[in-house]
């Protein structure tokens, strides 16, 4: 029996929390294989490992040195290790190993913050075995190039490559418990690249695909996921179990306790996933499922994400002009820019995108660019928007879901710029002013969560 056991950097911020980590891996037998990533915040105000390693790798990218964010990095490793009473040396390869990336080449910038990015996360699993040697259990650190984690050659946003499946299918072989370093593997050049942010979720997938994982324990700060977020909504709802579609759907619109690029993998080995809390392990938390047949409400979850905006065009007759939406969409990808959602009319699209693709000078390229070739009678682009999930499986079987959604938001005053279901029917979208964004969740919660509203599939 073998468990992937993965570790939040908020398991790992103090000494404490990595007693407590290093209590629950050796608490089962089944927990061989742990992924960890680097020390998170100790408190609101401080700073993680990761971001502190990003400035230093800045810092120098601007012809400075980075070396106190780098010590301010290192210091952080070195409280672990003395608040845990292990020999001072134990440091001395962490501090040298972090120097040496700061100081390394930086021909490529894209590369050079990967190589200091991923030095939380493998800075930490050496930590980490050590820690648990100092116990007198057998557990060794493992690099992700030795065990063939192989990923894609784009540095910040990389993905795991088909053939590293096969690859680290050994590890299950391997004696004692492995600590494993999160967020980064090699591309195929040898260089160190990273998933995006937050991705040690993703790296712990991988392994409890490759392996067959019994289960994929993902421990975290909350006991559980919610079916909004606690910041906007009080006290909501945990969810016991989700399948792997719900998940994907409400991740990807915000609930960020489990990353989104994060699924596929274990969807892929029906791997089952397990939400658990590091401080409180006895909290039945969530289980991820490929299906939930107990559960009788349509709606499992509400999320929101917000810095969305939405580039609309309309043009008589669109619906008879051949290759319209593939010409849009083309510009767009001529421009290195990724879509979200493209609801239709018979002679409007939209394309909806997150800010971040489209900044102000890209905005002004693909407009005009959208003018000369596409020749519609309106374009236009609107920012400051949220899109609202409406999350369920149940939502197939059950009728007039839009219509008590759609009410709940009239009621609340809400209106409503954009609406779309994908034909899974799994969520149902639905694009707002971002100034609406909580009082839509909170109209959409009670609607659904409060009393007795939230009725049964048929
Ligand atoms: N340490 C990385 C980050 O802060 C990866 C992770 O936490 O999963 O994004």
Request: proline share 4%.
């Amino acid at each position: 029996m073998l468990k992937v056991s993965k570790f939040g950097g908020s398991s790992l911020a103090t000494a404490d929390q990595v007693r407590q980590v290093c209590d629950i891996i050796t608490a089962d037998p089944a927990r061989r294989l742990i992924v960890v990533s680097a020390p998170g915040k100790r408190h609101s105000q401080d700073i993680k490992v990761t971001d502190l390693l990003i400035a230093a790798a800045s810092e120098r990218l601007m012809g400075k040195i980075g070396a106190s964010e780098c010590a301010e990095a290192i210091e952080r490793y070195r409280n672990i290790a003395t608040e845990l009473e292990l020999p001072a040396e134990v440091v001395e390869p962490i501090a040298r190993d972090l120097t040496e990336r700061l100081e390394g080449s930086t021909d490529d910038a894209d590369f050079y913050i990967d190589t200091m990015k991923a030095g939380g996360e493998d800075n930490c699993a050496r930590l980490i075995a050590q820690v648990l040697q100092a116990r007198g259990v057998e557990a060794h650190y493992v690099n992700p190039k030795d065990a063939g984690l192989l990923l894609s050659d784009e540095p910040g946003n990389a993905q795991v490559l088909p053939e590293a499946y096969n690859r680290l299918r050994n590890l299950s072989e391997r004696p004692g418990i492995t600590i494993f370093p999160g967020f980064f593997g090699y591309s195929k050049e040898g260089h160190i690249v990273t998933f995006s942010r937050g991705g040690s979720d993703i790296t712990g997938a991988i392994l409890a695909s490759a392996v067959r994982a019994e289960v994929y324990e993902n421990f975290t700060d909350v006991d559980s996921v919610f079916a909004a977020n606690p910041s906007i909504v009080s006290d909501p709802t945990p969810i016991s179990e989700l399948t792997y579609r719900e998940m994907r759907e409400l991740s990807y619109a915000g609930f960020s306790v489990f990353h989104d690029e994060a699924l596929e993998p274990v969807y892929r080995a029906m791997v089952p996933v397990h939400i658990r809390n590091t401080n409180n392990p006895k909290a039945a938390g969530t289980l991820i499922v490929p299906h939930c047949n107990s559960r009788k409400t349509p709606v499992v979850g509400i999320a929101a994400m917000s810095n969305v905006c939405c580039v609309y065009l309309s043009k008589y007759l669109m619906n008879r002009q051949i290759g319209f939406g593939r010409r849009l969409l083309q510009i767009l990808e001529g421009e290195n820019i990724s879509f979200e959602h493209v609801p239709s009319g018979i002679d409007n699209m939209s394309v909806i995108l997150r800010e971040e693709n489209l900044p102000v000078e890209k905005e002004k390229r693909v407009v005009e660019k959208i003018r000369q070739t596409l020749a519609p009678e309106d374009v236009s682009v609107e920012r400051d928007l949220s899109l609202i999930m409406v999350v369920g499986e149940g939502m197939q079987h059950t009728v007039g879901v839009a219509s008590r959604a759609t009410g709940a938001l009239a009621s609340s005053n809400v209106n409503i710029e954009i609406i779309n279901q994908g034909s899974n029917e799994v969520s149902m979208m639905f694009g707002v002013k971002s100034t609406d964004m909580d009082t839509a969740v909170r109209a959409l919660y009670k609607e659904f969560f409060n009393g007795s509203s939230n009725s049964t599939t048929e």
